[in-house]
């Protein structure tokens, strides 16, 4: 299949996409100004921009052609097969809004009539994305915040402590929040699996018509990264379900299943929920506060390289696949890239094209400046 070179991402290498100077808490999605985030990394020509580390698997390739000559047709190819990926690298309540409308045409409302909103409430101490940031949004789709429990301790192990943390956190401000697996879990069949047969989610996940999936994206201890494959996987499962998944389905330790296996889980894990769905689900990823470490680490590494912006999509493993090729292709994104390939996590994303959760192929589309 021919790859389509992204116009969004030609332009942020470009340095078309610049951005401005903000203060650190809009920088970092901390609060809701309609600011840019700032430190955008230029280059002189795109033809010489750098080549991610590993070619093959973060989808790029010499010879692909520019967005704007592909014409109508292709276009129409690309987004019946669910892999435009829309950008802005306004990280702002704005942004936000703006990058939800392009996804669904203009159209602010609600998606369903009944609308989770699945975030990661995230660990005291962790970079969680802020009710400031999407808060408009979620109030604008009149959404539930959906979250299931972990299943290795910490402040979201039980409903009662989850809640108080939801509070604390200030999500109980901008929406109902629902613990999923409150009352245990239901089962989603798993078709085409290597590893799993059925996924454990939380029993609550009927109870909505439409998934808005929210993710912080970001590296992780032992996926490598998470985003929106980890967050309808990982995220949407049990704590039944969660180490399911971590076993590769053998239902041993979690800590100590085979690496491979859980990655391919966790792609596994996803297509039974997109199944369940049948397209009933969009995915947005935010990409602030990159440390190498996830949302449920109480005490992240501090992010040593540069906000990118929010990216948006109907099709989770383009969009996982973009924001990779983004870090890779950043220069000071040294550290999360050995994060992502000392994990193998790439094989989540190879996984995920392979059983049809998705597709690698995609075209980046900047919204910015329309």
């Not at 239902?251 to 889980?265: V, Y």
Request: glycine share 12%.
């Amino acid at each position: 299949m021919r790859k389509l070179f992204s116009l969004g991402l030609a332009m942020l290498l470009a340095g078309t996409l610049t951005g401005c100077a903000a203060a650190e808490d809009a920088r970092t999605g901390q609060s809701g100004g309609d600011t840019v985030t700032e430190n955008v990394q230029n280059t002189e020509n795109v033809q010489n921009t750098k080549k991610p580390q590993n070619t093959e698997a973060a989808g790029r390739e010499e010879g692909t052609e520019n967005l704007s000559e592909t014409g109508t047709d292709d276009m129409a190819e690309t987004e019946a097969g669910g892999s435009v990926v829309y950008m802005t690298t306004d990280i702002s309540t704005k942004g936000l809004l703006d990058i939800y409308s392009a996804l669904r045409e203009g159209d602010m409302g609600a998606p369903g009539e009944h609308v989770a909103v699945k975030i990661s409430t995230g660990e005291n101490g962790s970079n969680y994305l802020r009710p400031e940031l999407i808060g408009d949004l979620v109030r604008q789709i009149e959404g539930t915040i959906v979250e299931c429990n972990t299943a290795y301790g910490g402040d979201r192990a039980n409903t009662a402590y989850h809640m108080q943390l939801a509070e604390d956190h200030g999500y109980t401000d901008i929406a109902n929040v629902d613990i999923m697996d409150a009352d245990g879990s239901m089962t989603l069949p798993v078709s085409g699996g290597r590893h799993l047969t059925e996924n454990y989610v939380g029993s609550h996940f009927a109870d909505y018509d439409y998934y808005v999936v929210l993710s912080h994206f970001k590296g992780h201890a032992m996926a490598g990264y998470g985003g929106a494959i980890k967050n309808i996987s990982i995220g949407i499962a049990s704590s039944d379900g969660k180490s399911h998944i971590h076993s590769g389905g053998t239902g041993g330790s979690m800590w100590g299943g085979d690496q491979d296996a859980f990655l391919e889980s966790m792609a596994e894990a996803g297509k039974s929920v997109t199944d369940y769905l049948d397209g009933h689900i969009l995915y947005i990823n935010v990409m602030n506060r990159l440390s190498v470490d996830c949302d449920c680490d109480s005490n992240p590494a501090e992010p040593d390289m540069h906000d990118i912006g929010i990216l948006a999509s109907y099709d989770p493993v383009a969009l996982d696949q973009a924001c990779v090729d983004l870090v890779y292709n950043a220069e000071d994104g040294a550290s999360l890239i050995e994060r992502i390939e000392s994990r193998n996590g790439l094989l989540t994303l190879e996984h995920a094209e392979e059983i049809g959760l998705g597709s690698r192929e995609y075209s980046l589309v900047s919204i910015d400046g329309e």
